[in-house]
């Protein structure tokens, strides 16, 4: 219900603003749809207390068994006649006479401590199940903020784009009088449209893209299929941080203690190692405690004893399930190092392109974005006012776009780096300016 309503918010907002098809999310926005609708989540995180019930169920004592046996439906004068005797009734009638009755009841006791050892395992495939449910939310928040971020620059490039086609049909729509009036060189002219017409070309591509992302994004988030989804923050320029060896060391550490992927691993040996000391306890015998009662069926007329059953361990003890159990144990050792491995590596490579991400950043002028439009605007005048040509011009426009891709690039790759870092470590760490 509070989804529903959330939603519903968000799109009414979002109608006021761009019109019923559109809606505008924050990347805050974006993270709390996907937290509270992506069904991948919400059907992971069902296997918690589907393994909850399986640890209630190791829990549990086996039930008694009640049997009634040896009950004669009827006794002939010649059956009775052998020995000449009878058995009356259970109370002042005919009900029960010449009826023979046996009862037994058994309970079965669980030796070894097997039912305590087997709770030790289940206890441990809950937290499996959690450490699953927490690796699948690193991994698709992670994918969220990648689509976002792509999302984001696409934008931004679109727009940019769209800024230099404005530019350029001002400069078309100018020059087409001038052109009709016999003043402007008809050839050039349609060189400006064939700049105009690439332009549109880009633009088109790149909405093109931005579908395929907002495909994927409104997956993750279940946004329906005719929404058309506006991420409102723009890509602002990253934090220059202060990268050093001691930080790795501390991030690395981080990792391996909290990563789900890797506390999964350790998770997996020591489920093994329960499981293979359940199994060990499987060699010895349970015991079938035994109470029963006869009537009519042994040499006392109402008969009660007491009794024992249990396996002699002669040719099974359990042996195969043991040997199964030590090896998947350590197959699960080789496991868990081979992830500790992983993780030393994954951080230090996500933490290395960081640190060639923002020192790259860093070469560049913060004036640098501004400039470069004063100057486009400069060369639009000029180019106006005939003060220099069109090869010019065209050179300076291809000039300036490439380098306002460069600097969304750059801004781009710190941010893409940065979650690569935090996907790594298995949290949003704090990283100091």
């Not at 919400?42 to 004592?61: G, H, I, T």
């Not at 001002?170 to 332009?199: C, D, H, Y």
């Not at 050179?395 to 893409?416: G, H, I, P, S, W």
């Given at each position: 219900m509070r989804r529903g309503v959330f939603l519903g918010l968000l799109w009414l907002w979002s109608g006021c603003i761009l019109g019923q098809d559109t809606l505008r999310l924050t990347r805050r926005q974006c993270e709390q749809l996907f937290l509270q609708n992506n069904l991948l989540l919400l059907a992971q995180q069902l296997e918690v207390p589907k393994s909850e019930a399986e640890y209630w169920q190791a829990r549990l004592w086996p039930n008694p068994t009640l049997s009634l046996d040896e009950v004669n439906l009827w006794a002939g004068a010649r059956q009775l006649e052998v020995f000449h005797q009878t058995l009356p009734a259970f109370g002042p009638g005919t009900f029960g006479k010449n009826r023979q009755i046996s009862l037994a009841l058994e309970q079965l006791i669980i030796t070894a401590s097997k039912r305590r050892k087997l709770m030790a395992a289940e206890k441990i495939r809950i937290e499996k199940s959690q450490s699953q449910f927490a690796e699948l939310l690193r991994a698709l928040r992670t994918e969220l903020r990648r689509l976002i971020l792509s999302l984001q620059y696409g934008q931004q490039w679109e727009k940019l784009l769209q800024t230099q086609l404005e530019r350029v049909r001002r400069l078309t729509a100018g020059f087409r009088r001038q052109v009709e009036a016999g003043n402007f060189p008809r050839a050039e002219w349609m060189r400006l449209k064939a700049i105009e017409l690439s332009l549109q070309n880009q633009i088109s591509q790149t909405q093109l893209e931005n579908t395929v992302v907002q495909k994927e994004l409104k997956i993750l988030i279940q946004v329906p299929e005719n929404i058309f989804l506006y991420v409102q923050?723009?890509?602002?320029?990253?934090?220059?941080?202060?990268?050093?060896?001691?930080?790795?060391?501390?991030?690395t550490d981080t990792a391996l203690s909290l990563r789900p992927d890797a506390r999964q691993a350790a998770l997996e040996y020591a489920y093994y190692d329960k499981r293979l000391a359940y199994e060990k306890s499987l060699k010895t015998p349970d015991i079938t405690l035994k109470g029963g009662y006869d009537r009519g069926g042994n040499f006392m007329f109402n008969f009660i004893g007491f009794g024992l059953a249990l396996d002699i361990p002669v040719f099974h003890r359990n042996q195969g399930h043991i040997a199964w159990a030590r090896l998947a144990r350590d197959q699960a050792g080789l496991l868990l190092q081979q992830k500790r491995t992983e993780v030393r590596q994954e951080v230090a490579t996500a933490f290395f392109n960081l640190g060639q991400a923002v020192k790259f950043f860093a070469t560049m002028d913060p004036q640098y974005d501004a400039q470069l439009d004063a100057m486009m605007d400069s060369y639009e005048r000029n180019y106006q006012n005939r003060l220099i040509s069109l090869l010019e011009f065209n050179d300076f426009m291809t000039a300036y776009m490439d380098n306002k891709k460069a600097l969304l690039d750059?801004?781009?790759?710190?941010?893409?780096?940065?979650?690569?870092?935090?996907?790594?470590v298995g949290k949003d760490v704090v990283l100091n300016p």
């Amino acid at each position: 219900m509070r989804r529903g309503v959330f939603l519903g918010l968000l799109w009414l907002w979002s109608g006021c603003i761009l019109g019923q098809d559109t809606l505008r999310l924050t990347r805050r926005q974006c993270e709390q749809l996907f937290l509270q609708n992506n069904l991948l989540l919400l059907a992971q995180q069902l296997e918690v207390p589907k393994s909850e019930a399986e640890y209630w169920q190791a829990r549990l004592w086996p039930n008694p068994t009640l049997s009634l046996d040896e009950v004669n439906l009827w006794a002939g004068a010649r059956q009775l006649e052998v020995f000449h005797q009878t058995l009356p009734a259970f109370g002042p009638g005919t009900f029960g006479k010449n009826r023979q009755i046996s009862l037994a009841l058994e309970q079965l006791i669980i030796t070894a401590s097997k039912r305590r050892k087997l709770m030790a395992a289940e206890k441990i495939r809950i937290e499996k199940s959690q450490s699953q449910f927490a690796e699948l939310l690193r991994a698709l928040r992670t994918e969220l903020r990648r689509l976002i971020l792509s999302l984001q620059y696409g934008q931004q490039w679109e727009k940019l784009l769209q800024t230099q086609l404005e530019r350029v049909r001002r400069l078309t729509a100018g020059f087409r009088r001038q052109v009709e009036a016999g003043n402007f060189p008809r050839a050039e002219w349609m060189r400006l449209k064939a700049i105009e017409l690439s332009l549109q070309n880009q633009i088109s591509q790149t909405q093109l893209e931005n579908t395929v992302v907002q495909k994927e994004l409104k997956i993750l988030i279940q946004v329906p299929e005719n929404i058309f989804l506006y991420v409102q923050d723009t890509l602002s320029s990253p934090t220059y941080y202060s990268l050093d060896a001691g930080l790795l060391s501390a991030l690395t550490d981080t990792a391996l203690s909290l990563r789900p992927d890797a506390r999964q691993a350790a998770l997996e040996y020591a489920y093994y190692d329960k499981r293979l000391a359940y199994e060990k306890s499987l060699k010895t015998p349970d015991i079938t405690l035994k109470g029963g009662y006869d009537r009519g069926g042994n040499f006392m007329f109402n008969f009660i004893g007491f009794g024992l059953a249990l396996d002699i361990p002669v040719f099974h003890r359990n042996q195969g399930h043991i040997a199964w159990a030590r090896l998947a144990r350590d197959q699960a050792g080789l496991l868990l190092q081979q992830k500790r491995t992983e993780v030393r590596q994954e951080v230090a490579t996500a933490f290395f392109n960081l640190g060639q991400a923002v020192k790259f950043f860093a070469t560049m002028d913060p004036q640098y974005d501004a400039q470069l439009d004063a100057m486009m605007d400069s060369y639009e005048r000029n180019y106006q006012n005939r003060l220099i040509s069109l090869l010019e011009f065209n050179d300076f426009m291809t000039a300036y776009m490439d380098n306002k891709k460069a600097l969304l690039d750059a801004v781009r790759r710190v941010q893409e780096c940065t979650e690569e870092l935090y996907f790594s470590v298995g949290k949003d760490v704090v990283l100091n300016p």
